[in-house]
């Protein structure tokens, strides 16, 4: 599993504002894209995971806006696991436009079995499992 990871996205007209911004609840999915790309970069599937009867879920979600996005920018996020622990995984989220940085997030996730129980994080979503 990778510790860090990066992916560029196109902002597509229907996340804009009528101010021509993308709208804030979209960062979110943006960090969703992200960590769900890092995962499938480390051989990991989420398909696979679902059948085993594991769920991932959020569990807190922070992002802080710095400057605004807008229609057809190229983005690069970049994704990075800051902390694992038996119950939960911690990522930190930078998303940049030509380098310069429009907002950070911080995303808490659990994994779960299909009754909502937290379940330990299973080592292919660990990357400091052994």
């Known amino acids: 599993m990778l510790t860090e990871h990066e992916i560029q996205l196109r902002v597509r007209y229907n996340e804009t504002d009528p101010m021509g911004y993308v709208h804030h609840s979209n960062y979110l999915t943006y960090f969703e ?16 995971m679902e059948r085993q009867g594991l769920r991932v879920v959020v569990t807190r979600a922070q992002c802080t806006y710095r400057r605004p ?8 996020i970049r994704t990075r696991i800051t902390r ?18 429009l907002a950070e997030g911080q995303v808490v996730l659990a994994v779960v079995n299909v009754q909502g129980v937290v379940q330990r994080v299973p080592d292919e979503l660990n990357p400091y499992a052994p």
């Open 84 to 101: 694992v622990s038996p119950a939960k995984i911690e990522h930190h989220y930078l998303v940049l436009r030509d380098g310069e940085s």
């Open 69 to 76: 996005a807008r229609y057809d920018d190229l983005l690069v």
């Open 33 to 48: 894209i992200a960590r769900t790309e890092m995962f499938r970069a480390s051989g990991g599937n989420y398909c696979e």
